[in-house]
DNA sequence: GCCGTTTTCGGCCCGACTGTTTTCAGTCG
């Protein structure tokens, strides 16, 4: 039992209570209880009533209810909340504009119970006979439904290394002497993934077995002696395939992919009178002997290409670059010596100051900006400017004490929607660093958003465009605006743009990021953490960066915090 | 359901936006 499992059990009963219309305070207490578990660095299933208790967040209830699960799987709780609603209510839940109270609504006065009832509900135009819906109402759960129907199948990419992580360390434990490795949209850093596709090399075919009988199959969808797949709880697919050790490179190449690359690579190989498949490369007409199969690098090499990182393997010019020896040097996770965007308990963060610090010090981070939200975020507790001030005088008489981690006094601004910002100039003039940041408004059109932006990277104390598309992967495209443009002005005015590292935002992406690295724009990568654990969600950012093309030189964050704050867009000429 | 304690009860981040209204309910963050 897994504090992710604990973790969806709580968060069940959190929604299904609020779906019920129960005590909010109670419903948040489940919530909190799911977050904490989900985060925990321990496992919460070793840990007796008492040690429970001891977490803040957790009383006598919610550690009972804890024990429960991890002893027998579920909570009586739970199941007596699925008797009264039926789980595939949740789904609808996940729909963007679909809340508790329209769930509650759907499913007691049209017995709406599934996505496909809801659909046909709204096609038929009888949602729009309950109180409180509209046509409006309706096509905009059309729409959620189809942007569903886009992302189905789909997981966040940390979700999805969590499973396959759990999976390989297991086929491990299994086959000691073989070669377990993700493979597939996973290694190659993909923001999203399909599926899970592991590859182990030079294991024994009783592995299959193991396989199949992990207890996170739900379904056994294929089974043989090289490849088997499996459905994992959580909706995940799973294919495992064996090769001998002797292919391990070309295996892993192969099923690396992207296809596009594959196939351009398999092309490059006919034209070079070879033929490449999983097992090897081979001299055409002769499968006897390959030239090469043991070492990725070895295939690379043979089709005259310098290795190309798994994350470049998307038919973007790595093949170009990788025969002219010009691939860039990605980023590494080492290369960050500070994360420029985090919260406290301030405003909507989880730890204090002192606590954030601490673990951004033990990441081996040289500096760190703390930025809390602006007063316009009420929800989060924002602040305005004599609360900005005044943390920044606690942050820096903080930093003065010398704690082995250089502290900068900063501000998560909201841009408004006409784009101006949310703190006084002379409050934001007063800071370390101001990231701006669009958190509501998104339904303005291409127009006025591209005009917001543009304005707000006018103003001279912005340093950073937080997360600025705004996008939330699998559940909201970003909102319309002109991206190069928006880029090419941050560049022109040294206003760095953000790769936020939360791990549903990943705003820039990929393709963002490389082009405001080709247009001459800076970037930076930040976590956006909220608590201390969040930190490490930095490695997504930089899979995210590395996806981009881009090097150290490119991040200015990877500078030391003197070199780094001159190349502030504040402390420029 | 959790927490604190001058209080074992009473408080618990709440404003913007939308779509439905005729003064508000629901959702989002």
């Not at 086959?175 to 399909?194: H, K």
């Not at 930093?399 to 601004?413: K, M, N, S």
Request: with cysteine; net charge negative.
């Amino acid at each position: 039992m897994d504090n992710l499992e604990v973790a969806r059990i709580l968060g069940e009963i959190a929604d299904l209570l609020e779906i019920k219309s129960d005590n909010p305070f109670k419903i948040r207490a489940y919530r909190n209880g799911a977050e904490i578990a989900a985060n925990h660095p321990h496992q919460l299933a070793t840990l007796d009533e008492a040690s429970l208790r001891e977490i803040p967040g957790i009383g006598k209830d919610l550690a009972a209810r804890i024990r429960e699960i991890a002893d027998t799987g579920d909570a009586a709780f739970h199941r007596d909340l699925l008797a009264e609603l039926p789980s595939t209510v949740l789904d609808l839940l996940a729909l963007q504009g679909v809340g508790p109270k329209t769930v509650a609504a759907l499913y007691r006065d049209l017995g709406i119970r599934t996505l496909d009832d809801l659909e046909r509900a709204a096609i038929d135009g009888r949602v729009r006979s309950l109180r409180g819906m509209g046509a409006k109402k309706e096509a905009l759960i059309l729409r959620a439904l189809e942007e569903r129907r886009q992302h189905a199948g789909r997981h966040l990419l940390p979700e999805t290394d969590e499973v396959a992580t759990t999976l390989v360390d297991y086929l491990r434990a299994h086959a000691p002497g073989a070669t377990v490795t993700p493979v597939g949209s996973l290694r190659r850093g993909c923001e999203t993934c399909g599926d899970i596709d592991l590859l182990a090399a030079g294991a024994d075919v009783s592995l299959m077995d193991h396989f199949v009988a992990h207890p996170l199959v739900e379904r056994v969808t294929g089974r043989g002696d090289t490849k088997s797949s499996v459905l994992i709880r959580g909706g995940f697919q799973a294919d495992l395939r064996l090769v001998a050790p002797e292919s391990r490179g070309a295996a892993l190449q192969y099923f690396t992919g992207s296809k596009a690359h594959n196939i351009a690579l398999r092309d490059r190989a006919i034209g070079l009178g070879f033929k490449l498949n999983e097992y090897g490369l081979f001299r055409a007409g002769d499968d006897t002997a390959p030239v090469a199969g043991e070492r990725e690098e070895d295939v690379y090499a043979a089709l005259g290409l310098d290795w190309i990182a798994p994350e470049l393997r998307e038919m973007r010019g790595e093949i170009d670059a990788a025969q002219a020896r010009a691939l860039p040097r990605l980023l590494n996770l080492t290369d960050l010596r500070g994360d420029l965007h985090m919260h406290t308990t301030e405003t909507d963060g989880k730890e204090n100051v002192l606590a954030m610090a601490g673990a951004a010090r033990e990441a081996g981070l040289e500096y760190i900006a703390v930025t809390d939200h602006s007063k316009s975020l009420a929800m989060a507790n924002g602040m305005d400017e004599r609360r900005t001030l005044a943390h920044a005088a606690r942050i820096r008489s903080i930093d003065a004490q010398g704690i082995g981690i250089r502290l900068l006094a900063g501000v998560e601004c909201d841009i408004k929607p006409d784009g101006s910002l949310d703190l006084a100039d002379d409050c934001l003039a007063a800071l370390d660093l101001v990231v701006a940041s669009v958190h509501s408004g998104f339904n303005q059109d291409h127009r006025q958003m591209t005009d917001r932006l543009l304005r707000a990277l006018e103003n001279p104390y912005v340093d950073v465009l937080g997360h600025p598309t705004g996008r939330l992967l699998l559940r909201r495209q970003p909102y319309p605006f002109d991206v190069a443009a928006v880029i090419d002005a941050a560049g022109a005015r040294g206003v760095a743009l953000e790769i936020n590292c939360q791990v549903n935002r990943l705003d820039l992406s990929d393709v963002h990021a490389r082009l405001a690295k080709e247009r001459g724009a800076r970037l930076v990568v930040s976590s956006d953490a909220h608590s201390r654990s969040a930190l490490r969600w930095l490695r997504w950012g930089v899979l995210v960066a590395r996806r981009a093309w881009l090097t150290g030189e490119n991040v200015i964050n990877t500078l030391p915090l003197d070199v780094f704050r001159g190349q502030l867009r504040r402390n420029q000429a």
